[in-house]
């Protein structure tokens, strides 16, 4: 029992999307619900996380990291903005919760000497990932399903993220203006290195084959076989780094949709309640049951891509559970010494509340 518990804290969305998929099969007749599963979302996703494991494998962010950060004496602003910058632009070809994963406890090991200042770098640092991750298709997960289930092209889908990223990188380097500029007793990672460059230059051409899968010039059944066998061959181990909960909750939220949009009454009230309304209503539920979920819900009811994109991605800030990234930061942040998590919700949700009410009416009025 306790290691059901165990599972259900650790794969909540997973658990969430198996319940709403199974309660909603319960209202409509039986069918072959594998043909809600859109497989080349799924694919492409599994492909870039294998590419993206990989570089994390070789050392890659860390390394990076590490040029970024080197030199004595470091002061707390100006680390704290080069971290903060680095998540802001890793996020968007690596995911936000990679980039989240990968600096945010370098940004608690270097901030160790100072909590108060760690709190604030950290939550400014977290809306940095969500908000840069929305310019790519590849940057948040939902993003690749909505650009996959609109049919959009490059062109279209950067016309509506890239003035919402610029606009949000302004108002960061604003936020990183208030870090106290105070010396860190600490060391960076300086002497890190790429553990394998062979496999490093593999793992980049893979992922340069998902890129060209993703802006579909190249098939996906070709992609998902050559990462497949290429991973394979050089560390079978990568397979284990793939978050297969949240491809799971992916595909148990397609049958979910699937369902739904049979259940006439159901998909009316949501269509009518989202007409004219899709950024406003797709950024609030997102801050319930987070953005992933809530794009691939709404997606079903509403043929106004660009403002389900902005929603969904805008939705990412607010709450700690709006967007699954938010919470990676929150965990890896609990588990410093001497926690303060009523004080870095409030931090947290301060700078997401400024953030969102700055987003919402530019790209309400400026971009849709």
Known sequence: ?????????????VVISFLAALISCLFVPVTNYVDYIDTDTIGLLFCLMIAVAGFRDCGLLTFMSGKLLGGDNPKS????????????FSSMFFTNDVALIAFVPLTAALFENRPKTMIYVIAVQTAAANLGSMLTP?????????????DMNAGDFFAVTLPVAVLSAVLILILCMFIKNEPLNTHSRRGAVIR???????????FLLCLLAVFGKIGVITTFASVCVVAAIIDMRIFAAVDYGLLATFAFFFIFVGNIRNIGAVSDFITKLMDG???????????VISNVPAAM????????A???????NLGGLGTVVASLASLISFRIYLETDEAKPVRYLIVFTLINVLLLAVNIPFAYFFVL
């Open 1 to 13: 029992m306790r290691e059901f518990i165990g599972f259900c804290k650790r794969e909540f969305s």
């Open 77 to 88: 602003r100006r680390t704290g903005t080069l971290l903060v910058f680095i998540t802001f």
């Open 138 to 150: 590849f940057g948040n997960p939902h993003n690749l399903y909505l650009y996959d289930r609109y």
């Open 196 to 206: 394998n460059k062979r496999f490093l230059a593999l793992y980049a051409a893979l």
């Open 277 to 287: 309304r899709e950024m406003l209503a797709s950024a609030a539920v997102s801050q």
């Open 297 to 304: 819900m709404l997606s079903g009811f509403t043929e106004n």
């Open 306 to 312: 660009r403002a389900l994109v902005l929603g969904t």
